[in-house]
């Protein structure tokens, strides 16, 4: 949680996440670019690699990956579904002929624990998202302003299905 607790201290305003939402690609909010910018979304394709483990300790869970998004080769090490420990490598577009456990159980991981990640660029990446500016709010336990940035996403597909 740490890992999480930091990213979050990083966002510049209340993100509000809402899953079920309308369908079809929506036009970017100037809010949605404004997030991508100021989380370096023009410069991502310089991007080699990116290494990062997610813990969720509560649950003894830890996943390390390694993502090269040029190549968008996933490197995975971390427990299967069973328990046991795992080391793979795999190309995303090849999904088809990877493993069942890769196909069903790692990628859907990576693509959770990397949206989690990266979800301030995914805010400007996903033209399929809507995403409304809605001013400045009181935030509910520190009574302080913030503003309020919600991001809905189709009831059909979501961000795994594209």
């Known amino acids: 949680m740490t ?14 996440f809402i899953a079920p939402g309308i369908s079809g690609a929506q036009p970017h909010a100037p809010i949605a670019e404004q ?8 410069s991502f394709g310089q991007v080699e690699a990116i ?20 190549t968008d080769t996933v490197s995975y090490e971390g427990p299967d ?4 420990p795992v080391k793979v490598t795999y190309k995303r577009d090849e999904l088809s002929s990877q493993s069942d456990a890769i ?3 790692i990628d859907p991981a990576f ?10 660029l995914h805010v400007a990446w996903d033209d399929w998202a809507t995403v ?6 009181e935030m509910p336990i520190s009574k302080k302003s913030a503003r309020r940035v919600v991001v809905k996403f189709p009831s059909q597909g979501g961000y795994s299905a594209r």
Not at 3 to 16: E, K, Y
Not at 60 to 66: D, I, M, N, P, Q
Not at 111 to 120: C, E, G, R, S
């Open 132 to 137: 409304t500016d809605e001013g400045m709010h």
């Open 111 to 120: 693509v959770n624990d990397h949206y989690v990640l990266l979800f301030p």
């Open 3 to 16: 890992n999480l607790r930091r990213l979050a201290a990083l966002l510049p305003c209340s993100v509000l």
């Open 51 to 70: 290494r990062y483990t997610f813990n969720i300790p509560e649950f003894k869970l830890s996943r390390t990956w390694v993502w090269e998004p040029k």
């Open 81 to 84: 579904k069973e328990g046991k």
């Open 103 to 105: 196909k069903n159980d």
């Open 35 to 42: 997030i991508g910018k100021a989380y370096g979304v023009d």
